[in-house]
């Protein structure tokens, strides 16, 4: 999986040609939030909730962010992409004292714990009055240790200059140069004792932390790869949240339907938590209905939950909900239920409302799974549904288990058969690309995916002859029953270098004649 995004162009890696098709890659889940510091619209990925607060600040009460990441590791999730997303936030400002001018400096991430310092120097300059040393610093608010450091040497205050700093600082992840540029070259920094270099300057301006995220700054923009759109840098997500932006707000409608519309282009599960007003069975079920929530990429529940022995708040569960599906799909595949042995929340939480049976076969018929009290005092989420009701389209992905079986085996493949797409297109990689996924299908149908090992897989890696064979890339059909489903599914992958575009197949060959 890629992780490193350099000035725009994403580095995508390519599954080396005939290597085996891993059959239970780690599930990798995505949160878009507001943080008190970090890079902004940047996917960082974390794998513990010490890796978060490390880079992004700890908890903060303007921001349910932090605590839906606690509960995620928690909850046995292992690999987490963090977006911080702001709105009108601001970076701090250091002023550098140049002969009566100065030279501007302001943070890159924004924040009023975002601490930067810096420092100027000669050494090494010589005779040459145009150059200077810049040292930048970040240190950490708390403890006051140094936790990032970049030098550049031989740096010019000269606009028009070859080593101009404001050039050279593109590259920092710290800080950047504001206009107006200095007249001069920045003074060395000294301490209140006259000693050149044993000092650094701070902020003259704090940097602030904005006001709460909007819907347009959770969705962001395509082009400018913000907001979700910030996960464009990312190879592969499975699983998508979007906390809260803060406590009492729910996240807005137009922010999920923009969530879920993403998350069906990149074959990945939306958690959607319950909103504030609802407080019983039949006001959820409404609330669904009124909101048009009706995907089979949504994955919705209710109730909210509440902290044993602590306040009345009803609190969102989703990152709880995510974590679980990370390790249900490491302990027992996505072709199971949530409600397995071990798959229970912390004890410490409980459901803000008691549901009986006849209220969670309401719920679960709206799409709805349900968060009840279970074995050893530990809740459980019971129904396994998706939001994918109402439609003949989606019945099928009705059941949760189904959809993730579906959107697992079309990543799967995908990325480990695009090394075909730039293979001269005959029928012997056709039975290479076929032998690759058949041996995959086998893997899978051990572990308990299928129903049954009547599956069907066909490769036409340009032996059709197409005229457009450049542009159609290779198509791979794919027939097959999950576990948790009463018939056939057939799938139709086009690969091409640009990606892969799913469809059904309305003809595909029956199962039974496999």
Same mark, same amino acid.
């Given at each position: 999986?890629?992780?490193?995004?350099?000035?725009?162009?994403?580095?995508?890696?390519?599954?080396?040609?005939?290597?085996?098709?891993?059959?239970?890659?780690?599930?990798?889940?995505?949160?878009?939030?507001?943080?008190?510091?970090?890079?902004?619209?940047?996917?960082?990925?974390?794998?513990?909730?010490?890796?978060?607060?490390?880079?992004?600040?700890?908890?903060?009460?303007?921001?349910?962010?932090?605590?839906?990441?606690?509960?995620?590791?928690?909850?046995?999730?292992?690999?987490?992409?963090?977006?911080?997303?702001?709105?009108?936030?601001?970076?701090?400002?250091?002023?550098?004292?140049?002969?009566?001018?100065?030279?501007?400096?302001?943070?890159?991430?924004?924040?009023?714990?975002?601490?930067?310092?810096?420092?100027?120097?000669?050494?090494?300059?010589?005779?040459?009055?145009?150059?200077?040393?810049?040292?930048?610093?970040?240190?950490?608010?708390?403890?006051?240790?140094?936790?990032?450091?970049?030098?550049?040497?031989?740096?010019?205050?000269?606009?028009?200059?070859?080593?101009?700093?404001?050039?050279?600082?593109?590259?920092?992840?710290?800080?950047?140069?504001?206009?107006?540029?200095?007249?001069?070259?920045?003074?060395?920094?000294?301490?209140?004792?006259?000693?050149?270099?044993?000092?650094?300057?701070?902020?003259?301006?704090?940097?602030?932390?904005?006001?709460?995220?909007?819907?347009?700054?959770?969705?962001?923009?395509?082009?400018?790869?913000?907001?979700?759109?910030?996960?464009?840098?990312?190879?592969?997500?499975?699983?998508?949240?979007?906390?809260?932006?803060?406590?009492?707000?729910?996240?807005?409608?137009?922010?999920?339907?923009?969530?879920?519309?993403?998350?069906?282009?990149?074959?990945?599960?939306?958690?959607?938590?319950?909103?504030?007003?609802?407080?019983?069975?039949?006001?959820?079920?409404?609330?669904?209905?009124?909101?048009?929530?009706?995907?089979?990429?949504?994955?919705?529940?209710?109730?909210?939950?509440?902290?044993?022995?602590?306040?009345?708040?009803?609190?969102?569960?989703?990152?709880?909900?995510?974590?679980?599906?990370?390790?249900?799909?490491?302990?027992?595949?996505?072709?199971?239920?949530?409600?397995?042995?071990?798959?229970?929340?912390?004890?410490?939480?409980?459901?803000?409302?008691?549901?009986?049976?006849?209220?969670?076969?309401?719920?679960?018929?709206?799409?709805?799974?349900?968060?009840?009290?279970?074995?050893?005092?530990?809740?459980?989420?019971?129904?396994?549904?998706?939001?994918?009701?109402?439609?003949?389209?989606?019945?099928?992905?009705?059941?949760?288990?189904?959809?993730?079986?579906?959107?697992? $085996?079309?990543?799967?493949?995908?990325?480990?058969?695009?090394?075909?797409?730039?293979?001269?297109?005959?029928?012997?990689?056709?039975?290479?690309?076929?032998?690759?996924?058949?041996?995959?299908?086998?893997?899978?149908?051990?572990?308990?995916?299928?129903?049954?090992?009547?599956?069907?897989?066909?490769?036409?890696?340009?032996?059709?002859?197409?005229?457009?064979?450049?542009?159609?890339?290779?198509?791979?059909?794919?027939?097959?029953?999950?576990?948790?489903?009463?018939?056939? $599914?057939?799938?139709?992958?086009?690969?091409?270098?640009?990606?892969?575009?799913?469809?059904?197949?309305?003809?595909?060959?029956?199962?039974?004649?496999?």
């Amino acid at each position: 999986m890629s992780e490193a995004v350099d000035h725009g162009i994403t580095v995508t890696e390519i599954a080396a040609m005939d290597q085996p098709i891993d059959v239970s890659p780690e599930t990798t889940a995505a949160f878009v939030g507001r943080a008190l510091r970090g890079p902004v619209n940047t996917p960082v990925l974390v794998q513990s909730f010490g890796d978060y607060r490390r880079r992004f600040g700890d908890t903060w009460s303007r921001s349910s962010l932090g605590p839906a990441v606690r509960q995620f590791f928690d909850h046995g999730g292992l690999q987490l992409y963090v977006v911080r997303v702001a709105n009108n936030a601001r970076g701090s400002m250091i002023c550098l004292p140049a002969s009566g001018s100065a030279l501007v400096l302001r943070a890159v991430e924004p924040g009023s714990t975002e601490f930067i310092r810096a420092a100027v120097d000669y050494d090494g300059i010589g005779d040459d009055e145009d150059l200077f040393n810049l040292t930048l610093q970040r240190v950490n608010p708390g403890t006051g240790l140094v936790e990032d450091q970049e030098l550049f040497r031989r740096v010019s205050y000269l606009e028009e200059h070859e080593r101009f700093a404001g050039n050279a600082l593109l590259t920092s992840s710290l800080a950047r140069v504001e206009h107006p540029y200095p007249s001069h070259r920045p003074e060395p920094t000294m301490d209140a004792g006259g000693r050149i270099g044993s000092t650094y300057v701070s902020h003259v301006q704090a940097g602030t932390d904005g006001t709460e995220l909007s819907d347009y700054d959770l969705v962001g923009s395509r082009k400018h790869r913000s907001g979700l759109f910030a996960l464009e840098q990312i190879d592969n997500f499975d699983v998508l949240y979007l906390p809260p932006p803060g406590k009492g707000i729910d996240t807005g409608p137009a922010a999920i339907l923009a969530a879920e519309l993403y998350c069906r282009e990149r074959r990945a599960m939306l958690v959607v938590d319950p909103r504030n007003e609802w407080t019983s069975a039949e006001e959820a079920v409404r609330g669904v209905r009124d909101l048009g929530y009706a995907s089979p990429n949504m994955l919705g529940y209710f109730p909210r939950m509440l902290k044993r022995r602590s306040d009345d708040i009803a609190r969102p569960a989703g990152g709880a909900i995510a974590g679980l599906l990370c390790k249900q799909d490491r302990t027992y595949g996505p072709w199971q239920g949530l409600d397995q042995q071990g798959m229970g929340l912390h004890r410490h939480l409980l459901p803000a409302v008691d549901i009986d049976d006849e209220d969670a076969h309401l719920l679960n018929r709206a799409g709805l799974n349900v968060i009840a009290n279970g074995p050893a005092g530990r809740c459980r989420v019971g129904g396994s549904v998706t939001m994918g009701r109402g439609s003949e389209g989606h019945r099928k992905f009705a059941r949760l288990p189904v959809r993730r079986t579906c959107l697992r $085996i079309i990543s799967t493949v995908s990325a480990a058969a695009r090394w075909a797409v730039f293979e001269p297109g005959d029928k012997n990689l056709a039975r290479r690309v076929r032998a690759q996924v058949l041996t995959y299908f086998y893997c899978l149908n051990d572990l308990g995916a299928f129903a049954n090992d009547r599956f069907i897989v066909e490769c036409d890696a340009g032996v059709s002859k197409r005229n457009d064979n450049s542009q159609h890339g290779m198509t791979v059909l794919l027939v097959f029953q999950p576990a948790a489903c009463d018939e056939a $599914i057939s799938l139709t992958l086009h690969l091409t270098a640009t990606g892969c575009r799913v469809g059904s197949a309305a003809f595909a060959p029956s199962v039974k004649d496999a």
